[in-house]
C-alpha cells in the first residue's frame, strides 16, 4: 500500500503516523534506539504491505494493467488504490479528508528535523505538493507518478500509465471495494484494540 492508506490505519497518535511513512525507509533489522510506538508502526507498515502482496484481489487488479506494465503494477496499484481510498473517502472515515491530511502535516513538520534524509527529502515533497490530498483526482495521481518514474535509474513507462489506469477505473474500483475492507478487518485483528472507522 501507499502513503496515504499506511497513515489511514496507523492512527492518529504522532508516532504512529511517523513510524508508518519510516516503515519505507527503515529497511532490515529495526534501530533499536526508535521509541517502541514507532517500531510497533514499523511492524505494522511491513505487516500490511505482506498481505496486500499475497491478497488475490491485489494480485487481479495489477493484472488488469496488462502485460507492458507488469513490472511496474505493483506501485501503480499502489498509488492507484490510495487514489480510490481518497476518492470513496467518506467511507472509511468521519473525519473530512482535508482534516485529516492536515493533521498528518502537522506531525510531518513538527519531527521533520528527526527523520533520516532520504525520510526529510520525502515529506518536504510531500508537503510542497500537498501530495496526500492530490491523491483525490487523477491529476494528483499523474504528478505522484511522474515522481516515482523520475527517482528510478532507467527508463520507465510509469508516469504515462495514468491512461491505463484511467481506462481500468472500473474494475480496479470493483476490486479495491472488496480488497480495503479485507485489508482494515485483518489489521484490527492485529491490534490490541481493534478499531473502526476513523473519527477525530
Known sequence: MNYLAHLYLAGPEPQAL???????????????TFPPAIRQAIIQHRQIDAF???HPIFNRSKQRLGPDLRRFAGILVDVYYDHLLARNWPCYA???????????YRVMRTHHAD???????????????DLLHSYSDLQGIRQA????????????PIAEA?????????????????F???LTAHHSATQSSPSGKLIS
Do not use: C
Open 18 to 32: 511517523i513510524g508508518s511513512l519510516l516503515g519505507d525507509f527503515a529497511k532490515g533489522r529495526l534501530d533499536e
Open 52 to 54: 496486500t502482496d499475497a
Open 94 to 104: 468521519d473525519i473530512p479528508l482535508r482534516s485529516f491530511v492536515d493533521r498528518v
Open 115 to 129: 527523520f533520516p534524509a532520504p525520510m526529510q527529502r520525502s515529506v518536504s515533497y510531500m508537503l510542497a505538493t
Open 145 to 156: 507518478l511522474t515522481g516515482i518514474s523520475g527517482r528510478l535509474r532507467r527508463a520507465n
Open 162 to 178: 495514468v491512461t491505463v489506469l484511467e481506462q481500468q477505473d472500473a474494475g480496479l474500483a470493483t476490486d479495491f471495494a472488496v
Open 180 to 182: 480495503f475492507p479485507d
